[in-house]
Structures are given as structure tokens and as C-alpha cells.
């Protein structure tokens, strides 16, 4: 049985859409799809956002449970602009089976291997990107892959990190970050958004482009996931 984790359902929409058999379950306090994909029985978790709420969801989906893989997937944010928007990041730092095989079954799409850094908070300053990527030499962020191969490795369950780039210091969010969406509430708050961009109307052709980046980005992630599952 593989995992594949999500921090929200907008990163894992496109990916559940093509699942076979797919239904809901709640096992442990946590919310679970189940599935099919090549002969390949699949168990959907969306973490949340963030160490706390990431932490608690992912103990519980592996308490008592065993997988023979986790994937960690969902969109991460580039440090550089040597990473486009669209392309995907394999994390050789956290990732703990051989990339060499997956590298190669995903080579007709933008693939990229590199370190990822799970951060506490979403960044949205260009100048904190380029600390970041000098300090820590990594390629991307995101806010819970380190977390995923911390339980992993606890409970021996091999990990692979595959991540689409969502924004970069070129093509960043379109509004701050505290705007787009509230990690306390762990989702966006209307009331906070419409204000925002009420009071500022020339950042809606932005808001429309990231938009539809989205749309692509979570396309692209779900056809390597479905190359990956094929593939193993």
C-alpha cells in the first residue's frame, strides 16, 4: 500500500479526481480517501499547514498502520529563480529510496533533484528567499516534508519528497501571505481577502495569473504521481 500526503485538498484535487474506487473514511480522529491506481491500493492524508496540526494528522494516519512507501507531495515555493514555476523538485535530502529510477521515469517532464526546506511559515519576501537559499543551500521550501520523514523514519517506512514549484522570487504570491490564507484557521478567510483586494484592485490581474498557475501546477503534480505509482 503506498501513502501520499497533501497539506490541503487544493494541492490533491487533480490527483484524487484520477483515483479508482475512491471513498472517504475517517480512521483515528483522521480524514483518509482510499483508492486504486495500477493494481496499487493508495491512502490519501491531508496534513494541514504547519508543525502542529502536521505532526498530530500524520501520527495518527500511521498509528497501527503500515505502508510500503510514503510519498510526500504537494506545491513548494522556490528559493531561486533557477526553478521554474511548474517544475518538480525530488528532495535527495529527505527523500530515503533511490531517485535514480524515479528521475528517470518522469524525464519527459520539467524534473529537478535538490534539497528542500521545511520552514515554520510561508514566505512571500524575496529577500528572505535569497537568505534562505544562501544559508541553507537549499533549492525550495515547503512547511512539512521534514515533519513526514521524521514519522517515516520512526515507523521504517521508506520516503519519497516530490514537489511542484508554485511561486519563486520572479513570479511570487499575489497578495501577502497572512492574506491568502490563515494558519491558525488553516484556511483562507473570505472577509480578510476580499477587503484585501478590494482596497487593492490592481492586484487582481495578479491574483488571476497565480490562479491559473495553480491549475497547471496541480496538473503537472498529479501526472508524476502517476507516472511514480506506475513505475514502482
Avoid: W
Wanted: aromatic letters at 6%; proline letters at 4%; hydrophobic letters at 45%.
Amino acid at each position: 500500500m503506498i501513502a501520499v500526503t497533501f497539506a490541503l485538498p487544493a494541492e490533491s484535487s487533480e490527483f484524487l479526481r484520477r483515483l479508482g474506487d475512491r471513498t472517504g473514511a475517517e480512521r483515528n480522529g483522521v480524514r483518509v480517501v482510499h483508492g486504486k491506481m495500477h493494481d496499487r491500493m493508495i491512502e490519501v492524508l491531508h496534513t494541514g499547514v504547519g508543525e502542529k496540526i502536521c505532526q498530530q494528522r500524520v501520527g495518527k494516519f500511521l498509528q497501527d498502520q503500515q505502508f510500503d512507501l510514503m510519498i510526500s507531495a504537494g506545491f513548494a515555493g522556490a528559493l531561486s529563480d533557477q526553478l521554474k514555476v511548474g517544475d518538480l523538485l525530488l528532495a535527495k535530502n529527505l527523500s530515503t529510496l533511490d531517485l535514480s529510477s524515479t528521475c528517470a521515469s518522469l524525464s519527459s517532464m520539467p524534473i529537478h533533484t535538490g534539497h528542500l526546506l521545511t520552514v515554520p511559515a510561508l514566505i512571500d519576501s524575496s529577500e528572505e528567499r535569497n537568505r534562505l537559499a544562501q544559508t541553507s543551500g537549499a533549492a525550495a521550501v515547503d512547511m512539512e516534508t521534514e515533519l513526514i520523514a521524521r514519522a517515516c523514519a520512526e515507523h521504517g517506512i521508506p520516503l519519497v519528497s516530490l514537489r511542484v514549484i508554485t511561486d519563486t522570487p520572479r513570479e511570487p504570491f499575489p497578495a501577502p501571505t497572512k492574506v491568502l490564507f490563515d494558519m491558525e484557521q488553516q484556511r483562507t478567510r473570505f472577509l480578510t481577502f476580499a477587503t484585501f483586494f478590494l482596497a487593492h484592485p490592481n492586484r487582481v490581474p495578479q491574483l488571476i495569473q497565480f490562479a491559473r498557475r495553480i491549475a497547471r501546477v496541480r496538473k503537472i503534480l498529479a501526472s508524476a504521481l502517476v507516472t511514480v505509482v506506475r513505475e514502482l
